[in-house]
């Protein structure tokens, strides 16, 4: 009897060790007084400690409720894995002086093998901040915390989480490694400013799968040294759609290399498919290897768009062209609807015009009839039932 319950037992040891089963400490919140309707601030900063400094992989738990949170930085390197299970809603201060002048309201540094998970919410709260927002006009203007900021995470996932209202970007992704956001969702209304969906440079192996952005600004926005980036199974709008770039402002800048983006659909964005570099600006680091198919296009002012004599609200100037190569770009299997009649814009740089980039069955229509394309500095290849180029008006 005695023996056969301890076969049984390390029978079973034996079983939830090789189907993966890691046993992890549960950490409530509420051990360290963070309940409902409280300030959780302090509870989240002890509650990461002690996961922090256990040999065993643990999860922190913010059950359902709403919590008020202030800036939030947590660091690693820590000793196991970290499991953040938030089914609340939690909710940052509307006036942006009560972040600190935080670059981001939630901060996570240094962490391998963290992952985010429940379906609570981050409501940052933002439209007190968006009325303030005068960036367009004001270099000096008051900092608006992101709400989230993952900074030199590796082997980590973002789950079925929401960001709700920024009032800046939602997510910045800087230096980060096999990191991926999966059923992740990103809520903010389309006259939003500058709620960019997720920013992310300087990083490896980001992957965005099974994600919906709404938002007033870049759904996705690719930064320099953005290298073996996927985006999958995304859904964008409101917005402007994904970018890469802006590019070439500074000399420091490094190469985007590696990029797929497919079965993305675009519903009243103003761009869908953008890539965006300065004219008269110093960065050479090229842009190479960037593959966008089966997107679905849904009313896009403009679909596919290289701009590389980006320079908005006419603040720099385009006397020199930009020095930054665009190759190796294929655009496959793109359907659906225009706002306007150029669906295709490759405006590429007459120093570095753009070579290797391939109109594989690019079929769009504006009000029933086939959109055109206009091409400068560029001559892609043209298959299936893409539009041949034209010259742009002068
Ligand atoms: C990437 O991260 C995931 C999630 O933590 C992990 O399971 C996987 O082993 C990592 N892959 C590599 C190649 O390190
Ligand atoms: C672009 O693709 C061609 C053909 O595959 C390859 O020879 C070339 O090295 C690529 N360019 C860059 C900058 O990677």
């Known amino acids: 009897m005695m023996k056969s319950s301890i076969t049984t037992l390390v029978l079973f040891i034996l079983l939830a060790t090789s189907s993966g089963i890691v046993q992890s400490a549960d950490i409530p919140i509420s051990k360290f007084g963070g309940v409902p309707n409280s300030d959780i601030t302090q509870a989240l900063a002890n509650a990461w400690n002690e996961a922090c400094q256990s040999a065993t992989a643990s999860k922190i738990m913010i059950p359902s409720g709403q919590y008020r949170m202030k800036a939030v930085a947590v660091k690693g390197p820590c000793k196991a894995p970290i499991e953040l299970y938030v089914d609340g809603t939690i909710i940052a201060p509307p ?91 990103i809520s903010n209304p389309g006259n939003s ?76 964005t103003d761009n869908g498919l953008r890539i965006k570099t300065w004219p008269s600006a110093p960065g050479t680091s090229p842009i190479t290897g960037l593959t966008y198919q089966d997107i679905t296009m849904i009313n896009v002012k403009n679909p596919i768009i290289i701009d590389q004599e980006y320079c908005p609200w006419n603040q720099c100037s385009k006397q020199s062209p930009s020095k930054i190569k665009i190759s190796n770009v294929t655009f496959k299997n793109i359907r659906g609807t225009s706002g306007t009649q150029e669906g295709v814009s490759l405006i590429c740089s007459s120093g570095v015009p753009c070579e290797g980039v391939v109109l594989s069955d690019v079929d769009l229509t504006f009000n029933g009839s086939p959109a055109t394309a206009v091409c400068r500095n560029a001559k892609p290849m043209i298959q299936g039932k893409s539009p041949q180029c034209t010259a742009p008006k002068a």
Request: hydrophobic letters at 35%; glycine letters at 12%; one cysteine or more.
């Open 95 to 185: 006036n942006p002086k009560d972040l600190n002048n935080e670059w981001q309201w939630v901060k996570f540094e240094y962490v391998d093998f963290l992952t985010i998970s429940g379906s609570g919410v981050f409501d940052g709260q933002g439209a007190t901040a968006w009325k303030l927002n005068d960036c367009g006009k004001n270099p000096n203007c008051a900092r608006l915390s992101m709400n989230f900021g993952f900074n030199f995470v590796k082997h980590s996932v973002v789950g079925s989480i929401t960001s709700k209202d920024s009032k800046n970007f939602n997510v910045n992704v800087l230096g980060c490694q096999n990191f991926t956001f999966d059923g992740f969702k």
């Open 193 to 268: 400013i500058n709620t960019d969906g997720i920013h992310m440079g300087r990083s490896t192996d980001v992957k965005i799968l099974n994600t919906n952005i709404a938002t007033g600004d870049d759904c996705i926005s690719i930064g320099d040294g953005s290298v073996q980036t996927t985006i999958s199974n995304v859904k964008c709008g409101p917005g402007h759609g994904i970018s890469v770039g802006s590019l070439g402002k500074f000399t420091t800048e490094l190469p985007v290399q590696d990029l797929m983006v497919k079965q993305v659909t675009f519903t009243n």
